[in-house]
């Protein structure tokens, strides 16, 4: 069995594999982000939206050690093409370990293990109309979210911003699922001036779900809206994750409830807005729905 469904949130897991990936494209994006497709069969058959996968980075150097830390990167799937073996992933170089994967050449192959946490909800177990909203490194994930939920026959629009516009990764990605987007930037120098959260509680009155990824404050504000609003509401996490199996303890949400925490590795990193507690400002700023360097 490749996938289950939690019947009470709706969610996917799946069964992981690990497997040898060769890079079929790799190509610099705008500020420091690049786009690595990789032909990954066994990890585009089993994922679903809201996923990721664990990346060991090629070091490139002749002894390196074999337990360096900074083997394996968590990255959200951006595109999932089980039809043509691809998955797709967008990140930002902000270490070394990023660096050393921006290194990576086509035909290089790629140790890939995945896909890990759970998904987004089942798009066909709900109706009406989907509102995706992606900030900065957030957005790339919302592309194959974007796909599924159309092809369930979800009306499904898209709210993307930025600071800049070197900063909107994956947002071709989401303009080629034929998903209308809205493109905010808080600079003006892409779409509309301004943030994805402006005007959002006139949105919310058209609309029956959220589904959003990027930034926590940005979450946090999403959360708030959508629960004064009543409107279900999904949000994919950024964390910092090291060891992507729930052994660790360093990818902890808070739960809402002040009980504990959650795992965004094993739990998440796509949580139901009313079971986690967020920060509303002096947040990290991270990428995708992992954190990595
Ligand atoms: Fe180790 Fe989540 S990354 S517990």
């Not at 996917?12 to 690595?36: I, K, M, N």
């Not at 790629?110 to 900030?135: N, Y």
């Not at 609309?207 to 999904?234: D, F, N, R, Y």
Request: some cysteine.
């Amino acid at each position: 069995m490749a996938a289950q469904t939690d019947q009470n949130s709706k969610q996917v897991t799946s069964q992981w594999v690990r497997e040898t990936a060769p890079v079929l494209a790799h190509t610099a994006g705008g500020r420091d982000w690049y786009v690595l497709t990789l032909q990954s069969p066994q990890v585009a058959a089993r994922a679903l939206p809201g996923q990721f996968v664990q990346i060991a980075v090629p070091t490139g150097t002749a002894g390196a050690p074999i337990d360096d830390p900074l083997l394996r990167r968590p990255l959200s799937l951006c595109t999932i093409e089980p039809a043509a073996d691809r998955i797709r992933v967008i990140y930002r170089v902000v270490g070394r370990g990023t660096a050393l994967l921006s290194a990576a050449v086509v035909g290089q192959r790629l140790d890939v293990l995945g896909p890990l946490g759970r998904s987004f909800p089942d798009p066909s177990l709900q109706g009406g109309a989907l509102l995706l909203i992606g900030g900065g490194l957030g957005i790339p994930p919302l592309a194959c979210a974007g796909a599924w939920a159309a092809a369930a026959g979800r009306s499904v629009t898209a709210v993307l911003g930025a600071r800049h516009a070197g900063d909107l990764a994956g947002i071709a990605q989401v303009q080629a699922t034929g998903v209308p987007v809205h493109v905010l930037t808080e600079d003006g120098g892409a779409g509309r001036r301004g943030r994805v959260t402006d005007g959002l509680e006139q949105r919310l009155r058209h609309t029956a779900e959220v589904w959003a990824c990027g930034p926590e404050p940005m979450l946090a504000a999403i959360q708030s809206a959508c629960l004064h609003a009543g409107t279900p509401c999904w949000l994919s996490m950024e964390r910092p994750m090291a060891c992507g199996f729930g052994v660790c303890a360093g990818c902890s949400v808070p739960k809402a409830a002040d009980d504990g925490y959650l795992k965004a590795c094993v739990d998440g990193p796509v949580f139901a807005a009313n079971v986690v507690r967020l920060m509303a400002a002096n947040a990290a700023p991270a990428q995708s729905a992992t954190t990595t360097d």
